[in-house]
Each structure stands twice: as C-alpha cells, then as structure tokens.
C-alpha cells in the first residue's frame, strides 16, 4: 500500500513538470498553430526527441496533449519529408543572442527551425501512443508523415548507401558532447572545451555552405555512423511496421524487411570482435574508422534482436562495476574510459552521467529479452534517483546527486514508464 502511494505521488509529480512546462500559441512567419512542451524552463522551444519522449508520458496522463505536440512537430515537416531538431516558435531577445544556435538555422528556408535532426524516436512514439489509447485514426492521419521522415533519412542521409544513417553533428545524435566524437575532430586528449570549439568551426562551416547536404558530405569532416541513433531508426521502422500491420499488410512487410536488413547492418558494422561491443563509425578521407570509446551508445543495439552471443557480452559490459554498472546506473560513458567525466559539476553533457531517457531504452532491451533481475534492479535505481532529486536532466552516476542539472526535466518522467511492469 504504502509504495503505491509513493509512486502514485510520483506519477502526480510527473504530470504537473509536464503541463508546467506547456507553450502554446501561434507562429506569425510560419502561419501555424502551435502546442508543445519545453524540456524545461530554460529551453524554452521545442526539441525533437524531448518532444518524442513527453508525448509518450503525456498520452497516460491526457492523450490529447500527448497527439497535439506530436502534431506540432509533424506540422513543420518539410516538402522532402525533413523535420528539425529544434523549432523556435517563438524566438526571445536572449535567443537572439545566442550564437551556436544561430549558426544551425538556415535563414534561407527558415528562421524558426534549425537545419539539423535528431534520433528518430517518432515510430516508436506513434506505435506508444496508440499502444495507450487505441485510436488507429490518429495513426492513419499521420503515419504517412512519420514514414516521409525515414524516407528522408533512407534517401538524404547515407552517403555511402549501406543503408545506416549519418549524422552530421554531435547534437544530431541527441548526445552532444560524448566522448566518441572527440575521435573525428582528433581531440585525443578528450578535452571538452576542444571538442566545443571544433563544433563552433564546423557550423561555420556549414553556415557557409547553406546547410547544403552535398557538400558537407564531401568535405566530410563529421559524418559519423552512430549505433544509437541507428538503433533508434530501426526500432523506428520496427514500430511502423507494426502500426501497419492493422490496415496495410503489404506496407507492413515491406517496412518490416527494411527493419531487419538495417538490424543486420548495425551487427554487421558496428561489432567490435576484439572489445566485443559495439563501436560508432566515422568517415574520413574515403574510409570508415570506428570510433572505440565505449558509451551508452555502444549498448543501444541490446534493445535489438541481435545474435545471442552478443547480448551476452553486452549485458557483461553493463553488469561490471569497472564499466557500467556504477551506484546509479547506466553511465553515458564506461567508468574504466579516460574520457569517463567531468560529471554533474560542469555543463558539459554526455560526459559519464546517467540519464532517463537512455536509461528508459536499457530498460526496455533487458525486459524484451527476459533479463529480469537486472530490469529489476535498473528500474529500482531508476526510481531512487526521482524519487530522491525529482524529475532532473542527469544524475551523477556515483553519487545521484543533480549537481548542474535542469530541474523539473521533461524526459525524465518516463521514469514512471518503468511503474507499471
Ligand atoms: C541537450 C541534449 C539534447 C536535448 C537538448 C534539449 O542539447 O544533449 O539531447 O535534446 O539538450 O533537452
């Protein structure tokens, strides 16, 4: 009784971060309506992903919320199926200020969006979405859209044609500053503040190109095949398949087959047989390199039906102290890497400390495959920290203590998405 109460509480907590952080209005230069909920009070627009990962905790709460900001984000699609990783529906005189961001708005088609994307969580949330609420005419009316961003990133984004996805920037992988993309821009040393100021040259750079794709891709100065947001993409196409499955079989299957020649590609690219991991790739000079730093990133493909043999060895790697098994588990960076911190006393993110989100995708790999107690114990630590901190941006993963952190952060309620199992 009395841990029913605690989480029922929690849940409240929950719901009130969320519909704190609402905005809501209308653009004048883009001539739309607009509902959507910020990650917190300091980000005040709207991401991709955060978006993604609200509306999946909203659609227990209120599921018109959690279609609506869906439906703000699918609003500013463009013609080649695009959609931005941060939209500015409303830009203040501090945004304006804000240089970097400037740097990844392409004024040229619009001053409210940048020209970047972000991990494709939009099939899963889509397939969540109507998991919790049943209503396939939400899905008809907008898995078309959905489908169009795969498409653009089937048809814009894999230069080299093996079917995996490039990014572009760090921030497109939703973990800005992850040591592994310190290997492209040669900061050997892993010093953050290098790897900062490589990012700022390399939008310059493209700011002078016009964001144009073809060119960044032959400069390729940051094409990077991360094993995350590959991961993403395929249980992305997973999801669609499914929601097809319901009225359009042919669609399902073909869906579902593209979904399993990319889980092929990502065992097949990204599997280190000497660290038995996975590795991200980077393109440089007309060849791949994989980038050996292990992250969260290197354990993403355990929410995947992958060989067996290497579900074991991901799931050691998560299991030992010395890598990520750390007080409050999972670590964005292996404790036992040099580049592992700092941690929650700087601002430097995706460094060593533990997140919701990624924790949340961990979570759902170890209970697809029946690794209970380790669920158990992920979900328990999870909870702690919540419980403990409130809903925050990241935890230190020795200590749990915020430090830096936003508070009241949008995605770390899906916590409560852990509840209910
Ligand atoms: C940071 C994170 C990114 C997130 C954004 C807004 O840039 O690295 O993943 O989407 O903040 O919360």
Redesign the pocket.
Known sequence: MEKMDKYSSLKDRAFSVLKENIKEGYNKALRKKYFYIS??RF?FHQ????SCFHSIVMANFNPDYAKREIETLLSVQQEDGFIPHIIFWEWRLRDKLQRWWKKEVNEKISRCFTSEV?PPVIGLTLLLIYEKTRDLEFVKSNINKVENFYNYLALKRDPDGDGLISIVTP?ES???LSPQYNIPFKNLNHDPDLTKKRITELLIRYKEWDWNLEKIFNASIFDVEDVAYNTIYCLGLEALSGLYSHFDKGKSTRIGERAIFIKNKIVEKFWDEEQKIYFSIFHQSGKEHKMRVKTISSLFPLTLDIPHKHLNHLINHLKEEKEFWSPYPVPSVSMDEPSFGPLTNTRY??RGTTWVNTNWFIARGLQKHGYDNIYKELKAKTLELVSKYGFC?YYDPLRGEPGKAMRN?G?STLAIELIND
């Open positions: 990650p917190d980000h991401w991709f992903w955060d972000q921030m939703g973990m800005d993110l995706w941006e952060f995605w």
